[in-house]
């Protein structure tokens, strides 16, 4: 089946530090991949997206690169801020088998705390 | 505000009782999706309608079960609970059952504590 996997975390960085959160998948088929962030006590929020091979997804100073030769979709961020910490949740989106629709497969996600 | 419109955001009941999940979605969409967030298991699809129908389940027990109602929200009953069904749920919608090259929009939880 579709799956996700996601680095362990949590990670702890310090304020301007560089970030990467690393994220494979394995599909049947093209799907597309997500990376969703949800900040203490709220839900889910769209981070970025890419639809199809070496598309870049970027939002906020956070990018990601769909690899289909490496099935990978690495969330960074050049330089983090204490506003950035969150856990962070990879996804892809692929049909469901015999559901005729589409529906989002989670990594287990990231905890990311930034220190001043 | 993500437009995706959640109740009750906390709710603690007994083993074995029985409660609902309600939720609204934003405006537009037709498709509703309802997610459990554990922190062993993470982010679990459990079901999706699509404008009054069933279209895809997940690992949705047989305890558990939901609706979309002709206005579009949704309700999850959740029966017979036990202490290990206490987690967030869930809900997030989009407008239709094709390629999610937006991806949903999800409502800020519902955290169920079942003692």
């Known amino acids: 089946g579709n799956s996700v996997t996601q680095m362990e975390g949590p990670v702890t960085l310090s304020e301007e530090a560089f970030l990467t959160i690393n994220c494979t998948y394995t599909?049947?088929?093209?799907?597309?991949l997500f990376w969703y962030v949800q900040y203490p006590g709220e839900g889910l929020q769209l981070l970025l997206k890419a639809t199809k091979a070496d598309d870049k997804g970027s939002n906020k100073g956070f990018e990601a690169t769909y690899r289909k030769e490496t099935t990978s979709f690495h969330l960074e961020k050049g330089s983090v801020q204490v506003s950035d910490s969150a856990v962070y949740f990879c996804?892809?989106?692929?049909?469901?088998?015999?559901?005729?629709?589409?529906?989002?497969?989670f990594g287990k996600g990231t905890k990311l705390s930034v220190i001043p | 505000d993500s437009g995706v419109t959640q109740t009750p955001k906390h709710l603690i009941t007994a083993t074995g009782q029985r409660v609902t999940l309600r939720c609204s979605p934003r405006s537009g969409d037709l498709s509703v999706y309802w997610y459990q967030q554990s922190l062993d298991q993470g982010l679990q699809f459990l079901i999706q309608?699509?404008?009054?129908?069933?279209?895809a389940k997940g690992n949705i027990l047989e305890r558990f079960s939901a609706q979309q109602f002709p206005d579009l929200h949704s309700e999850l009953n959740l029966s017979s609970l036990e202490l290990g069904d206490s987690a967030l749920y869930f809900c997030?919608?989009?407008?239709?059952?094709?390629?999610?090259?937006?991806?949903?929009?999800f409502g800020s939880g519902t955290r169920l504590t079942v003692v």
């Open positions: 599909a049947t088929g093209y799907p597309s």
């Open positions: 997030a919608s989009s407008v239709a059952v094709g390629q999610v090259v937006s991806g949903y929009t």
């Open positions: 309608y699509y404008n009054g129908e069933e279209r």
């Open positions: 996804a892809l989106s692929l049909p469901a088998p015999g559901a005729g629709s589409y529906q989002l497969t």
